[in-house]
């Protein structure tokens, strides 16, 4: 992650704080994620909580971020929140936006790297936690392939794996920097 969001923080020619302040998102973007396994002994928001909210709690009970200035806090805070979030929100700052972007273009080169991988391999080393436990059934929702004939990105009712593939690709519509599209171009993720 934190490789990721510098590669395209550099091609966007963030200063050195700002990558920074990037690198340091990219690091506790998913922090809620060790809460929530603990609590729920599960990655699935559905059945458990927003792991985004759960990590801004952790954050802001470590303390960890104390060091910095309130504003830089800030930069880090909101960013965790909405990384996955549907959308962005509306009326925020022009930094929160711009790091928001960062961290979920980053975020979802991350999970095309891990999913792509995993998808060569699954049949050896099947993860239930990396599929939320769906169906394999041999069968996929026709809102997913809307989506992407309408150049859509949203979050349906998720049934079965070939859904959830579907659903990755709708990702596409929501990136943000074409440095982000070339690594996806270069490392063949939709081949994959
Ligand atoms: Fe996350």
Not at 11 to 21: G, M, R, T, V
Not at 28 to 42: A, M, P, V
Not at 58 to 72: A, I, M, R
Not at 143 to 164: G, Y
């Amino acid at each position: 992650m934190c490789r990721n969001i510098i590669l395209i923080g550099k091609s966007i020619n963030l200063n050195k704080n700002e990558l920074f302040i990037a690198e340091t998102i990219a690091l506790f973007h998913d922090i809620g994620r060790f809460e929530q396994f603990k609590k729920y002994n599960t990655f699935d928001d559905r059945k458990s909580e927003n792991h985004a909210v759960l990590g801004v709690k952790v954050l802001k009970e470590s303390n960890v971020l104390n060091c910095l200035q309130k504003h830089e806090q800030e930069l880090i805070i909101n960013p965790v929140k909405f990384h996955n979030m549907q959308k962005i929100p509306e009326n925020i700052s022009s930094g929160c936006l711009l790091f928001s972007k960062l961290i979920r273009d980053a975020d979802k080169l991350d999970i095309f790297r891990v999913v792509t991988n995993y998808y060569l391999e699954k049949d050896k080393n099947p993860n239930p936690a990396l599929e939320l436990e769906l169906s394999d059934a041999p069968e996929y929702s026709h809102k997913f392939i809307d989506d992407i004939l309408n150049c859509r990105s949203s979050k349906n009712n998720l049934k079965t794996h070939n859904d959830m593939k579907l659903f990755q690709l709708t990702w596409l519509f929501d990136i943000n920097f074409p440095k982000t599209f070339l690594y996806i171009k270069k490392e063949t993720i939709l081949k994959k």
